[in-house]
């Protein structure tokens, strides 16, 4: 992400997402991420998955087999449930293709991502 300003999910919502898309997400993907933390949480017994909690996103990954296929599945039925903001540039196999995400409270565009030099160092 190059820009972050308090992503966040429900763990409900998360715990819906994980089941309703299990087999259609990228093999690394952030909900993942957020699943073996609140696992970690609710073991520990600091958490329960009825808990009215809104879990940060620090990484939004999205990457690996899968990745390029399902990036619809990410916009148009995860984004929705995500709140804050968030700027994230997604660089697709070998670089060839980059994509540019702006998440503002469950609305996704897509930007043109500029690359430059700046001053000489």
Do not use: C
């Not at 999205?62 to 990745?67: Q, V, Y």
Request: without cysteine.
């Amino acid at each position: 992400m190059l820009a972050n300003d308090n992503l966040r999910m429900s763990i409900g919502r998360l715990r819906e997402l994980s089941i309703q898309l299990e087999d259609h997400l990228p093999e690394d993907n952030f909900l993942a991420s957020l699943n073996k933390e609140v696992t970690k949480r609710i073991a520990a017994h600091r958490l329960d998955y009825h808990d009215n909690v809104e879990l940060p996103i620090d990484r939004l990954t999205w990457r690996g087999e899968g990745s390029g296929h399902s990036f619809n599945i990410l916009i148009e039925k995860i984004v929705p449930h995500l709140f804050g903001s968030a700027d994230v540039v997604f660089i697709w196999e070998g670089g060839d293709s980059i994509t540019g995400l702006r998440i503002v409270n469950g609305v996704a565009t897509t930007h043109e991502v500029i690359k430059s030099l700046g001053k000489q160092l």
